[in-house]
C-alpha cells in the first residue's frame, strides 16, 4: 500500500509522514535520495563534482535535501526532475534510513533513500553540471568494480543493496 503526499505527489512508501515526523521531532533535517533501476537491472549513479562540499568525487544517488514545507515525496520528485530531467513516477520501497553530519556546518541530517521509478529517456539524462561529473548506469558486476576502486562506496553499497531487493525470492 502506498500513500499520495499533499500536491498530488507520486504514490509513496506509507512510513513516509511517519519517518519526517520522526526526524523533525529529532531534530535532524531530511535528505532523500532515489535509487533508480531501470529495466535491464541497472542502478543509476552520479559522480560528483570535485569542487562540492559535501563527498567531493563521490559516487552519488538522486537526491538531496528537503526543503522548508516540503514533504519528503515532493522533495524527492523535484530532486528527480532537477538532477536528471525525468518525471518521478513513484517511490516504491524505503532502502534505508541512516543519520549522518557532514560539510564542517554541524547540521544532523536523517537520508531517507528509497528504491524509485521514473519516467523520461532514461538514456539521456538532464545532468546538473555544476554538481555533477559523470553519471552511469551499473549493473551488479559494474557496481562491485566500482566499490574495489572507489574511496567511498556509501552510495554504491546502497545501489547493491537495493538491487538485492528487486531480486525476486530464492524458490
Given amino acids: 500500500m502506498t500513500g499520495r503526499a499533499a500536491g498530488g505527489c507520486a504514490p ?3 512510513d513516509f509522514e511517519r519517518i519526517q515526523r520522526e526526524a523533525s521531532a529529532a531534530g535532524a533535517r531530511c535528505v532523500v535520495g532515489a535509487v533508480l533501476v531501470n529495466p535491464l537491472g541497472e542502478v543509476f549513479l552520479q559522480r560528483r563534482a570535485p569542487h562540492v562540499r559535501l563527498y567531493p568525487d563521490c559516487w552519488d544517488i538522486v537526491g538531496g535535501h528537503v526543503e522548508e514545507g516540503e514533504t519528503l515525496c515532493t522533495a524527492l520528485a523535484r530532486e528527480v526532475e532537477e538532477e ?4 518521478l513516477l513513484r517511490a516504491d520501497r524505503v532502502v534505508d534510513v541512516f543519520d549522518w553530519s557532514g560539510g564542517g556546518d554541524g ?3 536523517r537520508e ?3 528504491l524509485a521509478t521514473v519516467a523520461g529517456d532514461l538514456a539521456r539524462p538532464r545532468m546538473e553540471r555544476d554538481k555533477f561529473v559523470e553519471a552511469r548506469w551499473l ?5 562491485r568494480r566500482l566499490a574495489s576502486s572507489s574511496r567511498e562506496t556509501g552510495m554504491i553499497d546502497l545501489a547493491l543493496r537495493a ?3 528487486c531480486e525476486p525470492p530464492p524458490s
Fill in 139 to 143: 549493473d551488479k558486476a559494474a557496481l
Fill in 12 to 14: 509513496h512508501p506509507p
Fill in 84 to 87: 536528471t530531467g525525468w518525471h
Fill in 107 to 109: 547540521e544532523r541530517r
Fill in 163 to 165: 538491487l538485492a531487493m
Fill in 112 to 114: 531517507i533513500d528509497v
